[in-house]
């Protein structure tokens, strides 16, 4: 069974950036597609972006052109660049991985963007 562990969380100021790390357990070219996804306080669980073994990206619309996915594939790790936080982007972000068996999931991580 896969482990992802999410680093990189924390609270920072409307307009700021973080950078959340996702690091895989197993070489992440074993999945068919990485992402983050996140929960935000009384809302459903949000597909943020994701990344596919192909190097296919997609972004949900309310964050295009602020965070950016990518990929170390020598260290198995999978990466959030969240720039121009926003309040609104404020909940708890989980790392997924999705292989032949189903998909995997992180502990989640908090961003907090105060405004």
């Known amino acids: 069974q896969v482990q992802l562990v999410e680093s990189g969380g924390g609270l920072v100021q409307a307009g700021g950036s973080l950078r959340l790390s996702c690091a895989a357990s197993?070489?992440?070219?074993?999945?068919?597609?990485m992402g983050w996804y996140r929960r935000a306080p009384g809302k459903q669980r949000e597909l943020v972006a994701t990344?596919?073994?192909?190097?296919?990206?997609n972004y949900v619309d309310s964050v295009k052109g602020r965070f950016t996915i990518s990929r170390d594939n020598a260290k198995n790790t999978v990466y959030l660049q969240m720039n121009s936080l926003k309040p609104e982007d404020t909940a708890v972000y989980y790392c997924?991985?999705?292989?032949?068996?189903?998909?995997?999931w992180g502990q989640g991580t908090q961003v907090t963007v105060s405004s």
């Open positions: 997924n991985a999705e292989d032949h068996y189903g998909n995997n």
């Open positions: 197993r070489s992440i070219f074993s999945f068919n597609v």
């Open positions: 990344i596919s073994r192909g190097g296919t990206i």
